[in-house]
């Protein structure tokens, strides 16, 4: 049976393999909603989170803490913030590292729907995340990357109860704060209203006609 296998691939052309690797890859598919109130562990937290610090979290309004696969901290996820994961191959885009997707891809994105959707600018810096200055915080993220299948993604904060990010060390960070869009232009868009236009940033930084965007109610 290992015979005729390598006989077969043998047989394709280059062509037809690239063809095959191509058929395989997903459509980028990009999911919006929001969570009920969740704090949410990365990998960096794993091992320095202990029993009693999850059990502070959780007492946070009846809170609940997840551990997760992917990159950064500790987070808060809930109502009023965008929670937006893009599933994509990189392997589909020709020089387009881990880090580029991040910066120019869910970033850039989120930076562009403050701009140009409500006059928010923003900007990067060496801390992951975007950032209405040094000190405020509007959006974080973090990532997993399998087999250079892409999971998980960033957070847009549109209108939430800021305590919950602004009464412990958020993502690691001493003397950082979280803001939102209201704070900065007390006016709250609609949760579905920001994840359309993050739809439609990361269809452009693509350069993809469609990108397919699922909006569940709650999570």
């Given at each position: 049976?290992?015979?005729?296998?390598?006989?077969?691939?043998?047989?394709?052309?280059?062509?037809?393999?690239i063809?095959q690797?191509?058929?395989?890859?997903?459509?980028?598919?990009l999911?919006?909603?929001?969570?009920?109130?969740?704090?949410?562990?990365?990998?960096?937290?794993k091992?320095?989170?202990?029993?009693?610090?999850?059990?502070?979290?959780?007492?946070?309004?009846?809170?609940?803490?997840?551990?997760?696969?992917?990159?950064?901290q500790?987070?808060?996820?809930?109502?009023?913030?965008?929670?937006?994961?893009?599933?994509?191959?990189?392997?589909?885009?020709?020089n387009?590292?881990?880090?580029?997707?991040?910066?120019?891809?869910?970033?850039?994105?989120?930076?562009n729907?403050?701009?140009k959707?409500?006059g928010i600018?923003?900007?990067?810096?060496?801390?992951?995340?975007?950032?209405?200055?040094?000190?405020?915080k509007i959006g974080?993220v973090?990532?997993?990357?399998?087999h250079?299948?892409?999971?998980?993604?960033?957070?847009?904060?549109?209108?939430?109860d800021?305590?919950?990010?602004?009464?412990?060390?958020?993502?690691?960070?001493?003397?950082?704060?979280a803001?939102?869009?209201?704070?900065?232009?007390?006016a709250t868009?609609?949760?579905?209203?920001?994840?359309?236009?993050?739809?439609?940033?990361?269809?452009?930084?693509?350069e993809?006609?469609?990108v397919?965007?699922?909006?569940?109610?709650?999570f």
């Amino acid at each position: 049976m290992k015979t005729r296998r390598m006989e077969r691939r043998n047989e394709l052309t280059d062509q037809a393999l690239i063809s095959q690797v191509h058929s395989l890859q997903p459509t980028p598919t990009l999911l919006t909603f929001q969570f009920e109130n969740v704090y949410a562990g990365g990998l960096r937290s794993k091992n320095e989170l202990n029993a009693r610090d999850r059990d502070n979290l959780e007492k946070m309004d009846n809170c609940r803490y997840y551990q997760l696969e992917r990159g950064g901290q500790v987070t808060w996820h809930g109502q009023g913030q965008l929670v937006s994961y893009l599933i994509m191959d990189l392997k589909a885009y020709e020089n387009l590292s881990t880090k580029c997707y991040v910066s120019n891809v869910l970033l850039k994105s989120a930076q562009n729907v403050l701009k140009k959707g409500y006059g928010i600018d923003s900007i990067q810096t060496e801390n992951p995340g975007v950032w209405i200055n040094d000190d405020a915080k509007i959006g974080s993220v973090g990532i997993r990357v399998r087999h250079g299948i892409t999971d998980f993604g960033i957070s847009l904060n549109v209108n939430p109860d800021l305590k919950y990010m602004n009464t412990f060390e958020m993502c690691g960070l001493k003397e950082k704060k979280a803001t939102s869009i209201y704070e900065q232009i007390g006016a709250t868009p609609k949760i579905q209203e920001v994840a359309d236009l993050y739809a439609k940033e990361i269809g452009e930084a693509l350069e993809v006609d469609k990108v397919v965007s699922t909006t569940p109610n709650h999570f």
